[in-house]
């Protein structure tokens, strides 16, 4: 099936770095979603892309849609550490778009 | 505010159980899922609902089953609980043909000992 390789699998970063992760397959995919999950909570929806080449932020995020329609990366500038979680990567899978298939994610933590 | 609620946080369960883990929501959402999260596997999906009494197997469903009578709830089934079903559950809810828009609950952290 479909799947979502998320680089790196974890970072370690002190306050006020810039962070970048990305998110690569061998399908093209028509949507890109970004989702960060904060300790003890369910992951909640950051980012999402719809066109090839679309670049969006969030606040001090910023996600873009690759232009081949099979990565995207997610930039975090000026880190906190509220920033901390796993992000994810994930986007509907083919020939069934009420599913979603999720990268294996990125853990992100921020030394103060 | 929209909700995806799960009954439990935490559960401890004992080998050979049969386990329940619910999951409601209120955003009248025909899709359900149900995820499994465990660390360096991220989100894998146990089963998916798309209507009531309707479902569909994800890529991990063995040793699990569902249940959606209603459409706001849809609940995970351990028949027989195992140690390695020891994991974090994750529900979600989203609209017909809006997947991006999927809504998470806070997680079942389940222990089988």
């Known amino acids: 099936g479909q799947q979502l390789n998320q680089s790196p699998q974890s970072m370690f970063i002190q306050e006020g770095e810039d962070v970048s992760m990305n998110c690569t397959s061998s399908s093209i995919f028509n949507t890109w979603l970004w989702y960060k999950q904060e300790p003890g909570e369910g992951p909640v929806l950051l980012i999402a892309?719809?066109?090839?080449?679309e670049l969006t932020s969030n606040g001090r995020l910023t996600a873009q849609f690759g232009i081949t329609r099979k990565d995207s990366f997610l930039n975090i500038s000026a880190s906190i550490p509220s920033d901390v979680g796993i992000y994810f990567c994930a986007g509907p899978t083919q020939g069934g778009s009420e599913k979603l298939v999720f990268g294996k994610g990125t853990k992100l933590t921020v030394n103060p | 505010d929209v909700k995806v609620t799960q009954s439990s946080r935490y559960l401890v369960k004992r080998t050979g159980e049969k386990v329940f883990l619910e999951c409601v929501q209120d955003m009248d959402h025909e899709n359900m899922f149900w995820y499994r999260q465990d660390p360096g596997l991220g989100l894998r999906l146990i089963y998916f609902s798309y209507d009531v009494k309707m479902k569909e197997k994800g890529d991990i469903p063995e040793g699990y089953s569902v249940s959606r009578e209603k459409k706001e709830r849809f609940s995970l089934i351990l028949e027989s609980a195992s140690t390695n079903q020891t994991s974090m559950y994750l529900c979600?809810?989203?609209?017909?043909?809006?997947?991006?828009?999927?809504?998470f609950g806070q997680g079942t952290r389940l222990t089988v000992v």
């Open positions: 892309l719809y066109k090839a080449g």
């Open positions: 979600a809810s989203s609209s017909v043909g809006i997947a991006d828009r999927a809504f």
